[in-house]
């Protein structure tokens, strides 16, 4: 497909970035060696579109909004009404998005309406199927799809629920445009547009660092203009256990950073579930175990098992400790509770990197293998404790999420449970193994956010292909989707935004548009827009 | 009871001013806190002095030979009063009685510069309990910097940096003692130095004419908002690389390159051949040593690519007059010599990137050489070739700090060994300091002081502690660690080093 005036702009291009690649040391011109190529951003014909809409038909006919005249409102059919409030909301957050939070800035009757160009008054929200979801909470299964016809006298969203609406308010937003007069377009457009991926999420680690609510809230709105959909929210981990329980206050009063500025309490937990069900996004709390729970030992005695050194306790605390009854006493009182608390229909329990050298230490441990005959395969004791976990949060009415480490166990599984992918290097295999095994999975290894590097790492993000592993058409349908982990060693509120953004929006892009969208330097172009929208 | 906290600084550099810090007394005990970057000389002990916000004042010492009015002194009480309580919102700084039990800290330093340094050392060592009061602990500093020049570079052309982003680096660099901001204001993408003498130049080259660039008034605003905090601001005006922006404003100022026998519309370097080229510069030039008061000036010299200069005839045909035959390194040391005695005219000491030195060795001695490139082994190398000449040496290359990488790269900025070459002690000497680079091809306002900050602050203890004294990398973090909460505390954007937490977390977004 390269013509020869192609190549030509291209080494063009090349030899314009080297010029202005100022100042490497030598060991960076390593990193320049297997350079990717340096891009110039130029306009895109998709404009700035991100993620990239399934079917996009763009005119070159433009029509004038103003904040004066233009409304959001509900179609004459739609099944959501002004008592939508969900919908209302986003009306007026997007209002105020496109016209820059104005308070109507242009004054009326200048006469621009008359004289100039066509004008748009009108976007019409029709949501189509009779219910419309507004009051309820988005899920696996929610219908995203939403179609966008911009055209004279008023443009038309319609979609068969809440959730696509709310898409396609923020596919409008990022129709619209500005020239240097202030004066807001958008070019006449057809879009039909879904996601191919229902499972769009971005992990945080509240754990490593404690994240202030307000962060979490932002970060939920950056979520939703990338169409992102599910914040897997890792809650607690060996370093702090900052959620308040209301059963066992102690975990955080004993186990959060600090009991009062660094914890969550249950209202900062409804104001994060709430603000993300108003943009369509699940919220999935991780309660990470049996490893991982150093803080969870703090305030719950005799939860973690005792490591010995020799015959005696040497006082410090593996993973917990599976062979009390009490053990799952507290993790049925627990789930029941974080059940009510997080309306998803999912959980997650981790399940990941248990160090089974404190469990092989305990000789009452070791008592119990004999007694189970689990002679000395320490996963199998593992799987005897999640097998116990899966059971009691099954009768929370819940579905689980589990790090691969479960499955690889051969931990028997419920059949909607979801095996998350994490474990870089042979991940294609796994997800091979996974889908095989008849389970649904979403990838996560390739997204590893906290790993940062110098220079344009979004594209190595951008160019994972989540169905490229080897496998018949029955086993692709069982990917899910995807999450990019951002985890928390090195990273707090002062860095999370920068660090995230816009990498995290590669991710979503792979997700949500269709598998041939792989054009590198048409995302460059239209992502280079996006990263000034979301910076304003 | 009436126990005097004696903290005495000294040592900075010039003449003579004393002045005191008054403390309210009695007695407790806590273990101090580090002070980053490390005094030179640091004794302390467990007894503790509570400070009263209502009653503590700085204040002048009678045989200090700088009083009130003393512009840079009154400004700094008033700033480290708020910093060291940062709870307390009265105001009143200077008009309290004092008590009858207080006692006096005294800090003495033979310039204002040193009295600015001993006062954030102060600010470090003063801290709260669990109840919210304060407590100094009985202390005693003899302080003074191992490098004279403690630098930070921001580039403002790859992307431009707000004032107020530029301002609030100031403050964070004056809590670490750097002492110079070095400011790479313009490069190819764009020339945001609003220029009295010739404004095309940011009316074409900037990327906004009105929003992206910075005016005289801002200029002056920074400047005299790091002279408060003991800061040098050192501008470096980059040629004859590095300057695609400046064509757009200044016609027949690049060379223009050639495509066979006709120009291809693409432009170069500036061009060496044209006398209107060195006018441009002298009056340029002659305007920057005029607005940035620094003694110092950054000419850039980097990174000269002779592809276009080689392509164009009239540049040859001065090639064969100049007698330079194809050497294009002459061609380059003839201009940066030219560009070298304008500044030298203007009584302006040059600083060039050692690319300079590189090509040409024999440029005038009181020039300062910057080294940017390459690993150890060769900037150890060049440290020696260029001292071994005589000339005058800043250290970059370890400290490249727009390089990201995943995890603890601190330890690396901290572990550099700037006088670690062969070369005489007279040798060792000419190093005069180094600096941290923050290169904008990804760096905005909205990361760069995640980026800079903690991470610079290693650099910054190695350039003024002593290397035997802070030669653990181990010992160091948990005061490093200390330290960027302190930083976060003042409202400092300063990314943690590891997991953990910090009393005061960061509130913004």
């Avoid at chain 2, 070298?340 to 990137?353: E, R």
Wanted: negative net charge; hydrophobic residues 35%.
């Amino acid at each position: 497909m390269t013509s020869p005036l192609q190549l030509a702009l291209l080494l063009l291009a090349l030899g314009f970035s080297r010029g202005l690649q100022h100042h490497y040391p030598d060991q960076a011109d390593q990193v320049d060696g297997e350079a990717e190529l340096e891009l110039v951003a130029e306009p895109s014909k998709f404009g700035s579109l991100w993620p990239l809409p399934q079917k996009v038909k763009l005119s070159a006919v433009s029509l004038k909004l103003t904040g004066v005249s233009f409304q959001i409102a509900d179609a004459k059919g739609s099944s959501a009404g002004s008592g939508c409030s969900l919908l209302q909301d986003a009306y007026r957050r997007y209002y105020e998005y496109v016209f820059g939070g104005a308070k109507r800035q242009q004054q009326p009757g200048k006469g621009r309406r008359a004289a100039g160009p066509a004008v748009l008054t009108e976007l019409q929200v029709w949501i189509t199927s009779p219910d419309p979801e507004c009051d309820g909470y988005p899920g696996v299964a929610s219908d995203e799809s939403y179609e966008l016809t911009v055209d004279q006298p008023y443009a038309v969203l319609k979609a068969p629920k809440v959730w696509g609406a709310l898409h396609g308010l923020e596919t409008f937003s990022q129709l619209v445009y500005e020239d240097e007069y202030g004066v807001k377009s958008i070019n006449s457009t057809t879009i039909s547009d879904f996601p191919r991926f229902a499972h769009r999420g971005i992990l945080l680690d509240s754990a490593r660092h404690f994240l202030p609510i307000k962060v979490i809230l932002a970060n939920l709105e950056t979520m939703a203009m990338n169409k992102l959909n599910v914040f897997h929210w890792h809650i607690t981990d060996d370093q702090s256990f900052p959620y308040l329980s209301r059963t066992f206050p102690q975990l955080s009063q004993q186990g959060a950073y600090h009991p009062y500025t660094h914890v969550y309490t249950p209202a900062d937990v409804k104001m994060v579930v709430e603000f993300g069900r108003l943009r369509g996004i699940r919220v999935i709390p991780e309660f990470d175990t049996p490893g991982h729970t150093q803080s969870w030992g703090k305030g719950q005695t005799d939860l973690l098992t005792p490591c010995y050194s020799g015959s005696k306790p040497s006082g410090s605390f593996g993973p917990v400790n599976p062979i009390l009854n009490t053990t799952y006493d507290f993790m049925s009182q627990f789930f029941k509770e974080i059940s009510t608390v997080f309306p998803d229909a999912y959980v997650h329990l981790g399940g990941d990197e248990v160090d089974f050298s404190c469990w092989k230490s305990n000789p009452d441990i070791q008592t119990f293998m004999d007694q189970q005959g689990f002679g000395k395969d320490f996963s199998k004791l593992e799987s005897f404790y999640i097998q116990k976990l899966l059971n009691i949060v099954a009768t929370t009415q819940k579905g689980y999420m589990i790090w691969q480490e479960v499955f690889d166990n051969g931990v028997q599984l419920k059949p909607d449970a979801v095996v998350h992918v994490w474990i870089g290097g042979g991940a294609n295999d796994e997800m091979g193994k996974v889908t095989a095994a008849g389970y649904t999975t979403i990838l996560s290894a390739p997204w590893y956010l906290d790993y940062i590097s110098y220079a344009q790492d979004w594209q190595k993000y951008y160019k994972v292909e989540p169905l490229s592993f080897n496998g018949t058409e029955e086993q692709k349908k069982l990917v899910i989707g995807g999450e990019a982990c951002l985890w928390g060693e090195y990273v707090d509120a002062t860095n999370l935004t920068p660090r995230l953004w816009p990498r995290a929006s590669a991710v979503a892009e792979r997700l949500w548009s269709a598998a041939d969208v792989t054009d590198i330097n048409d995302a460059f172009n239209r992502l280079s827009v996006h990263r000034c929208r979301m910076v304003a | 009871m009436e126990t005097t906290g004696l903290v005495s600084f000294g040592r900075y550099t010039c003449s003579h001013l004393y002045f005191l810090l008054l403390i309210v007394l009695p007695l407790g005990q806590h273990t101090v806190e580090g002070v980053w970057p490390l005094p030179q000389i640091f004794t302390s002990s467990i007894e503790r002095y509570p400070l009263n916000p209502q009653a503590f004042y700085f204040g002048y010492g009678r045989q200090s030979a700088a009083q009130f009015g003393c512009s840079v002194l009154d400004a700094a009480f008033i700033r480290y009063y708020s910093l060291i309580f940062p709870d307390y919102t009265g105001n009143g700084v200077l008009h309290n009685n004092l008590s009858v039990s207080a006692g006096k800290a005294s800090l003495n330093a033979e310039t204002v510069w040193g009295a600015v340094r001993g006062l954030e050392t102060f600010s470090q060592l003063v801290y709260q309990d669990d109840f919210g009061s304060y407590f100094v602990n009985q202390t005693e500093i003899d302080d003074f910097p191992r490098f004279p020049f403690r630098g930070i570079l921001l580039d403002t052309s790859r992307h431009f940096i707000p004032v107020h982003a530029i301002l609030k680096t100031l403050d964070a660099m004056a809590y670490s003692k750097f002492n110079v901001f070095h400011w790479h204001i313009v490069d190819d993408p764009s020339f945001p130095y609003q220029s009295q003498t010739f404004p095309d130049l940011s009316r074409k080259g900037a990327f906004h004419p009105m929003t992206h660039i910075y005016t005289q008034s801002d200029v002056r605003r920074v400047i005299s908002h790091a002279r408060l905090r003991g800061i040098r601001v050192l501008p470096e005006f980059d040629s004859p690389g590095h300057t695609k922006s400046w064509g757009k404003g200044q016609s027949d100022l690049l060379t223009p390159c050639y495509s066979g026998s006709t120009p291809s519309g693409a432009f170069g370097p500036v061009n060496p051949a044209l006398p209107s080229t060195y006018q441009f510069m002298a009056t340029l030039l002659k305007e920057v040593s005029s607005v940035f008061p620094d003694s110092y000036i950054h000419l850039g010299g980097d990174e000269v690519n002779f592809s276009c200069w080689k392509s164009n005839p009239d540049v040859r045909a001065f090639m064969q007059k100049m007698g330079f035959g194809v050497d294009f390194t002459k061609l380059e040391a003839f201009y940066m010599e030219n560009i070298v005695n304008i500044t030298t005219f203007l009584n302006k000491t040059a600083i060039v990137w050692q690319d300079v030195f590189d090509y040409h060795e024999l440029i005038p001695k009181d020039t300062v050489l910057h080294i940017w490139k390459g690993s150890p082994a060769n900037y150890r190398k060049e440290l020696s070739r260029m001292t071994k000449a005589g000339m005058r040496v800043l250290l970059a290359a370890p400290w490249y700090i727009n390089h990201i990488s995943y995890g603890q790269d601190w330890r690396n900025y901290y572990t550099v060994q700037p006088l670690n070459f062969s070369g005489t002690a007279e040798q060792k000497k000419l190093v005069i300091g180094g600096e941290v680079c923050m290169w904008g091809e990804y760096v905005d306002a909205t990361n760069l002081t995640p980026r800079l900050w903690p991470r610079a602050s290693a650099a910054a203890e190695r350039l003024w502690s002593d290397e035997k004294q802070t030669s653990s990398v181990d010992k160091a973090f948990p005061r490093l660690q200390d330290f960027r909460c302190k930083l976060v505390r003042r409202g400092i954007r300063a990314e943690p080093l590891y997991v953990g937490h910090c009393k005061h977390e960061y509130q913004g977004v």
